[in-house]
């Protein structure tokens, strides 16, 4: 059975830094690509950053230059940098891993999904 466990939230005043982490546990093989979405109340969940097997990453315009994806040293572990954040970057950010799509940041094709943890940014 796999479970993806993120942590690592919370709250920081603008301009200031958080790092989330991430595990896809049980995942008999190294996924393809894993990456961090976001999602606000009452917007849709956004692609944040991808990263492939390969280690070529893929960020949202609104984070480039911010934040940071990277892999861990532990199969289908990875890590987001958050530098520099806004309000609006405030969200429940979560941790994807498998994807059976062909566009890294597009949610609707990862098969597995953590639970999301808290990141609130005040002005």
């Known amino acids: 059975q796999v479970q993806v466990v993120e942590s690592g939230g919370g709250s920081v005043e603008a301009g200031g830094s958080l790092r989330l982490s991430c595990a896809a546990r049980?995942?008999?093989?190294?996924?393809?690509?894993m990456a961090w979405f976001r999602q606000a109340p009452g917007k849709e969940r956004e692609g944040v950053a991808g990263?492939?097997?390969?280690?070529?990453?893929r960020y949202a315009d609104s984070v480039k230059g911010r934040f940071t994806i990277s892999k861990g040293n532990a199969k289908n572990t990875m890590y987001l940098e958050m530098n520099s954040l806004k309000p609006e970057d405030t969200a429940m950010y979560y941790c994807?891993?498998?994807?059976?799509?062909?566009?890294?940041?597009?949610?609707?094709?990862?098969?597995?999904w953590g639970q999301g943890t808290q990141v609130t940014v005040s002005s």
């Open positions: 994807a891993a498998r994807n059976l799509g062909s566009e890294i940041l597009q949610p609707g094709g990862y098969q597995y």
């Open positions: 049980g995942l008999p093989f190294s996924s393809n690509s």
């Open positions: 990263i492939s097997n390969l280690g070529i990453t």
